[in-house]
C-alpha cells in the first residue's frame, strides 16, 4: 500500500513525523519559538527538600511523581532554562543542581525558568501541517 501523503505520525514530544520515520522533526523551542513561552516558577523548598521529577535528554519534564514539590508547578512537557538563575547545560548537571540543593539545609525555594508550548498544532482546510511544520 503506497504511503498516504496527508497521514502524520506523532511521537512522544508531541512533534509531527513523516510518514518516513527518518524526516523526523522535533518540536522544540530552538526550533519552533513562536510556539513556546517562557515562565519563571518559584517552587518552595522547605528545608532543602529538592523537586523530584523526570526530564529527558533534551530537557523536557517527562513526569512529575505525586508528592513531588514541582507538582502543579511545573507541567510535563515544559522544557528546563535554568535553576536559580543559572543555565542547565544537560540532564546531569539539573540533577546535581537538585542534589545540590537537597544537602543546603538553608535552601527556602528555587526559581524554575522554563518554556512550555502555548499553541497547539492543527490542520487547515487542506488537511495539510501548519506553516512552521512544513
Do not use: W
Request: aromatic share 6%; net charge positive.
Amino acid at each position: 500500500m503506497p504511503p498516504n501523503k496527508n497521514i502524520f505520525s506523532v511521537d512522544v514530544s508531541s512533534a509531527p513525523t513523516s510518514p518516513n520515520r527518518e524526516q523526523r522533526r522535533i518540536l522544540t523551542p530552538d526550533s519552533f519559538p513562536d510556539l513556546f513561552e517562557e515562565k519563571s516558577i518559584t517552587i518552595i523548598c522547605p528545608g532543602g527538600a529538592a523537586p523530584k521529577l523526570r526530564i529527558s535528554r533534551n530537557l523536557q519534564v517527562l513526569r512529575i511523581p505525586d508528592g513531588s514539590l514541582a507538582q502543579n508547578r511545573l507541567d510535563p512537557g515544559d522544557f528546563l532554562l535554568k535553576v536559580d538563575g543559572k543555565e542547565i547545560g544537560d540532564k546531569k548537571q539539573f540533577y546535581r543542581m537538585m542534589q545540590d540543593i537537597a544537602k543546603d539545609p538553608d535552601c527556602q525555594a528555587v526559581i524554575v525558568k522554563t518554556t512550555s508550548i502555548i499553541k497547539l498544532l492543527s490542520l487547515n482546510d487542506d488537511h495539510e501541517l501548519i506553516k512552521p511544520f512544513r
